[in-house]
């Protein structure tokens, strides 16, 4: 079974930065394509950025393009989101996922494609 553990959440100002960081228990994370999704309080969850699982293709929601970077460390098992210039829009749990079915360079924006998700971590930023 493949356990994904989010960490690095907390409580930031706006116009702050935060690095989340999700470890991944299986051996083979090097061929699985990573995702980020979060849910605000009262909303559904949504999309936020995906990596390939060769990490040369990367996509992002519009509404973080340019402040978040997605980037991926496959001797560490580990997938991260550098969140800059942080809005307090950008309050949710949030969450990573991966899926095991993409060919090299896919990325996945769809929820339904993944089927492995963290427990998620939370993210508040303060106006």
């Known amino acids: 079974q493949v356990q994904l553990a989010e960490s690095g959440g907390g409580l930031v100002q706006a116009g702050g930065s935060l690095r989340l960081s999700c470890a991944a228990s299986s051996r083979t994370f090097s061929t699985a394509a990573m995702g980020w999704f979060r849910q605000a309080p009262g909303k559904e969850r949504e999309f936020v950025a995906a990596i390939s699982w060769s990490g040369v293709s990367t996509t992002y929601a519009d509404s973080v393009k340019g402040r978040f970077t997605i980037s991926r460390d496959n001797a560490k098992n580990t997938v991260y989101l550098q969140m800059n210039s942080l809005k307090p829009e950008d309050t949710a749990v949030y969450y990573c996922?991966?899926?095991?079915?993409?060919?090299?360079?896919?990325?996945?924006?769809?929820?339904?494609?993944?089927?492995?998700w963290g427990q998620g971590t939370q993210v508040t930023v303060s106006s």
């Open positions: 996922a991966a899926d095991w079915t993409s060919l090299r360079n896919t990325v996945r924006r769809r929820e339904v494609d993944y089927d492995y």
